[in-house]
């Protein structure tokens, strides 16, 4: 049996693009551990309280996919947009963290863990944002200082996207997207080593999304599709998210 771990950015991240993977590696036997370098809170965390609110649910999502055990890396939300907020008082922001100490706090867990098997996000950060960037030159940096034996970087193929959208909106959920970002978004279908077919685990995808209850309630476009999403029957979920794919890095 083996050890993996997936490096995220954030909470719900761990489901869209690897939580399949999770489910079935866990249900296979296999240990899994879930890192989040932020809890995906932008300010303090509240008075009394030991942890984000966000890290609640992805302990739900977590225990529904199998994961063994979920550790959150220090680190806070830097948000979205052109401007990269100011520190709150108690953590810094993940973007804002020097990489080589970011990569030594992650090292330290794998190993703690002895894993076999570490999963970040390919170069793009998938499809750009400072905080999953990071989580490709940390995830990368990390596994060099602990020696991991093997590196998937998750992503999906370009082309694959462009399906997934139009898919999306056959199913009228309410997507919005740029076709330039689209061309520059993931991964080029040659770099793709790995495609694992999740169906059998659809269910547990969409509950561990679900679990998520604070996005899945929110306002704005993300919310608006991650709703629609854990509406969908289970086969057409399994549809649109039952395939994952990661880039080995060698």
Request: no cysteine; aromatic share 4%.
């Amino acid at each position: 049996m083996a050890t993996l771990l997936a490096f995220h950015a954030h909470p719900d991240d761990e489901v869209l693009l690897t939580g399949g993977t999770l489910a079935r590696a866990a249900a296979e036997g296999h240990r899994v551990v879930v890192v989040v370098a932020a809890d995906g809170l932008m300010g303090p965390v509240p008075e009394g309280a030991d942890e984000a609110p966000r890290m609640g649910e992805l302990r739900a999502s977590a225990g529904v996919l199998g994961v063994a055990r979920v550790v959150h890396l220090g680190y806070a939300d830097s948000g979205h947009g052109p401007v990269l907020h100011p520190d709150p008082p108690d953590r810094v922001r993940f973007a804002r963290a020097g990489t080589e100490e970011a990569a030594e706090r992650l090292a330290a867990l794998l190993r703690e863990e002895e894993v076999d098997v570490l999963l970040g996000y390919d170069a793009n950060g998938g499809y750009g944002h400072r905080d999953h960037v990071k989580v490709h030159q940390v995830g990368r940096r990390a596994a060099e200082l602990a020696g991991v034996p093997r590196l998937l970087e998750a992503t999906v193929p370009r082309e694959v996207v462009t399906r997934l959208v139009r898919l999306v909106r056959l199913v009228r959920i309410p997507l919005r997207y740029d076709d330039e970002a689209l061309r520059t978004a993931f991964s080029p279908r040659e770099a793709i080593t790995h495609a694992v077919d999740v169906r059998r685990f659809a269910g547990r995808k969409q509950a561990a999304l679900a679990a998520h209850r604070s996005q899945v309630a929110g306002t704005g476009r993300l919310a608006a599709v991650m709703r629609a999403l854990v509406r969908l029957p289970v086969p057409v979920f399994g549809l649109l998210l039952g395939r994952e794919w990661f880039a080995e890095v060698r």
